[in-house]
Nanobody, 119 residues
Framework: QVQLAESGGGLVQPGGSLRLSCAAS????????MGWYRQAPGKQRELVTT???????TYADSAKGRFTISRDNAKNTVYLQMDYLKPEDTAAYYC?????????????WGQGTQVTVSS
């Protein structure tokens, strides 16, 4: 009943930019934390960034200064602006949201969007 739809991934050259979006829909009263993980083949899943409903953010050291997370609570959407991309940013990116419904509190995940940074 709750879906997170991701978009914005693709192929970009080193130094380029991408903007990922993740829109939650369904039986939602409110969303608390949202964020982004990434996972490259053969590597552990990495928490990239988080944002609370009030706008407090965290960033992994690898992302700080290059990535910016933001959200639009009216649209139940979280964004990830990625600038100065590096080949090591190549990974599948997954958004998540802590969703509050009428009688539930659950974590939901997006389907993933592939980011490839290559010449």
């Amino acid at each position: 009943q709750v879906q997170l739809a991701e978009s914005g991934g693709g192929l970009v050259q080193p130094g380029g930019s991408l903007r990922l979006s993740c829109a939650a829909s369904g039986s939602i009263l409110r969303i608390n934390d949202m964020g982004w993980y990434r996972q490259a083949p053969g590597k552990q899943r990495e928490l990239v960034t988080t944002i609370t409903r009030g706008g407090t953010t965290t960033y992994a050291d690898s992302a700080k200064g290059r990535f910016t997370i933001s959200r639009d609570n009216a649209k139940n959407t979280v964004y990830l602006q990625m600038d100065y991309l590096k080949p090591e940013d190549t990974a599948a990116y997954y958004c998540y949201a802590r969703v509050y419904g009428l009688d539930f509190e659950r974590d939901f995940w997006g389907q993933g969007t592939q980011v490839t940074v290559s010449s």
